[in-house]
């Protein structure tokens, strides 16, 4: 079945430290993989995707994610988290026009 | 952000009553999905729909029904809810293409008492 994995349900850092966040996916042929944010009380936003092409993807806020085919994984880091960044992350796999979430993975940010 | 209205944005309904929610884009996108959100389970797809009277069922699709009688408008409906359907659900849209992403609309929160 296709799947992907979120390795931490709960992330909390101070600031200025470095994140990463772990995500895994279900081998399905071509899969296009994204990261997506939500923060409190708002809806999903697109950080940052990996269509084909360079496995190193920059997305926006100073997010950047690596695709990594041998692993099946797709980690999304950032150098210096802020406060600001406290939300929670999702990453997701296109198969064909089925979307798969993953669970999810809340990041608190403490000042 | 990308043109897509939600409605309503809450609801409290009992058990039993049909319930209708309502995804309306401006954007003219072919690709319209329904999911809900429930804790520790991330988003779930329960209904897409790849064109007009063109739909087809997701992973969570029991209970529930859609129709596309317009481009601009995806309707969920629970037939008769219960319980186990309070949920946060978010409408998405997405064009056509490999590498084109889903936009989201900013959810409808349904408790069902």
């Known amino acids: 079945a296709q799947s992907v994995s979120q390795h931490n349900h709960h992330v909390i850092l101070s600031e200025a430290a470095s994140l990463e966040l772990g995500c895994n996916y279900s081998?399905?042929?071509?899969?296009?993989l994204f990261w997506y944010v939500q923060y409190p009380g708002q809806h999903l936003q697109l950080l940052l995707k990996y269509f084909s092409g360079d496995p190193l993807v920059k997305g926006i806020k100073g997010f950047e994610a690596e695709f990594i085919k041998s692993k099946f994984s797709f980690n999304l880091r950032k150098p210096s988290v802020q406060w600001s960044d406290t939300a929670e992350y999702f990453c997701?796999?296109?198969?064909?026009?089925?979307?798969?979430f993953g669970p999810g993975t809340r990041l608190s940010v403490l000042p | 952000d990308a043109g897509i209205t939600q409605s309503p944005r809450h609801k409290v309904t009992e058990t039993g009553t049909p319930v209708t929610l309502r995804c309306h884009q401006t954007e003219n996108h072919r690709y319209m999905y329904w999911y809900r959100q429930d804790p520790g389970h991330g988003l779930r797809l329960i209904h897409y729909s790849y064109g007009v009277k063109d739909t087809d069922k997701g992973e969570v699709s029991d209970g529930y029904s859609v129709s596309r009688s317009k481009t601009e408008d995806f309707l969920l409906t629970l037939e008769s809810a219960t319980s186990s359907q309070t949920s946060v659900y978010f409408c998405?849209?997405?064009?056509?293409?490999?590498?084109?992403?889903?936009?989201f609309g900013d959810g409808t929160r349904l408790s069902i008492l």
């Open positions: 081998y399905g042929g071509t899969v296009n």
């Open positions: 997701a796999a296109r198969y064909g026009q089925n979307f798969v």
């Open positions: 998405a849209i997405r064009e056509p293409g490999d590498n084109q992403p889903q936009h």
